[in-house]
């Protein structure tokens, strides 16, 4: 399960540019087995994958991927709720030990209680952008900052300064990595010395030429003591509102009496009178 695992995570980031740069085939086996990340899988094979990323104080949720065969059918939100689950539960997640205390007191707020880093996602899909709304992330509102002397706006304005900082330095390792470049697609044969030095750095240029359709969604740390924004996660059942409607009836046979009815209108009776309209 663990190559296949690896297998497919390589085959879905070499045909999404979207995504990560693919890491060797033996690299990655280790790290799934390390940090084995978000894979949720039935009878038919593997529905998708997530992973997650602490930035300093911000988890990044990442290489968010469904298999093509599953798409269209609500998987992204399953992935979405158990990234959620694990943001809100997982003190090593947000770089806490296990063994520091929790207050149980209850003349203490919950919000002393919360894990401290926000949960972010940089996506341009539009249907994981819907997932993401549906979830409770806020689309991240360009301003202008100081920082940026206000001449022009930014996403980033609504992080704080540390963790701008952090994720640009996390941004300038990524970038490293991507100018390296990466394997050739199989597929591509009698490249020259040009050709085949843009094409180990597709991705790069891919994704530089549409930075500006990458959206910020951030999810508050707030959410951990709030509900699952959406009904439909895993475990939980759907709630149906048919089955809560009562039927009252009436038969024309049992007319209420005038007085009956004004009884009715004066509050000394409280069983409800039929009025046939139809006359």
Known sequence: MLEENARWLIKMQRENLDLRKPKKFKKLMDEIKDKPGIFIRNDKGIIGHAKMQRIGTLIELHTVVVNTPFRGKGHSHKLIYTAWERWRQDPILHGKSLEEKINFSKNISEKMNLLPCQLIVF????????????????????????WSLWLFKSQLAELKIHQIIHLLINRLKNFLNLLVGEEIPEKTTNTGFVKKFFQKRRRLMHQLSNLSEYKLFILQNEMQIKEWARKGGPSEEYYHPLTQIKIATF?????????????????????????????
């Open 123 to 146: 996506t341009r899909s539009a249907s994981l952008a819907s997932t993401l709304i549906s979830a409770g992330f806020k689309l991240a509102i360009p301003k202008r900052k100081w």
């Open 251 to 279: 038969s024309k046979k049992n007319k209420n009496s005038q007085r009956e009815i004004n009884d009715w209108d004066s509050g000394e009776i409280e069983k409800i009178p039929f009025i046939d309209l139809t006359d």
